[in-house]
């Protein structure tokens, strides 16, 4: 019977995986507090879709790795629907083009790495702390 559990899964408990602790991004005035936060750890801003599916497969992607403690780096979710007033001045602010999904890591006050669509994965994050 062991041979399918690979096919259908295995009845042994998985590890849950933590939550990702979000901090919800809804205002132009967080970026401030972000650049100030930054110069103590670095920050990740996921600009995130609610109506692309790239969008929530990327999610997903995120969700299902993302293994980074919140003392090592804040990550902030930006839903650029509701919010386009932000993802407009993260664009200006960090010099980074607007894209969606994105991820974009804040150290120092500056953007030090932006990717968007296949390229946002949690490896990339790690190179960062």
């Known amino acids: 019977m062991g041979i399918f559990n690979g096919l259908f899964g295995s009845k042994e408990p ?21 650049v100030e936060d930054s110069k103590a750890k670095p920050i990740a801003i996921y600009k995130h879709s609610t109506t692309c599916g790239i969008s ?15 003392n090592q780096m804040d990550i902030y979710y930006l839903d650029l629907k ?29 953007a030090v790495y932006d990717d968007s669509h296949g390229g946002v994965n949690v490896p990339a994050l790690h190179k960062y702390l």
Do not use: C
Not at 14 to 34: A, G
Not at 56 to 70: G, N
């Open 14 to 34: 998985k590890e849950p995986k933590p939550e990702i602790p979000w901090q919800p991004l809804t205002t132009v005035s967080q970026l401030d507090k972000i």
């Open 56 to 70: 929530r497969m990327v999610l997903r992607q995120i969700e299902s790795t993302y293994d980074i403690d919140a």
């Open 82 to 110: 509701t919010y386009r007033e932000v993802s407009n001045e993260i664009a200006a602010r960090f010099q980074v083009i607007h894209q969606s999904p994105q991820m974009i890591v804040i150290k120092n006050g500056t």
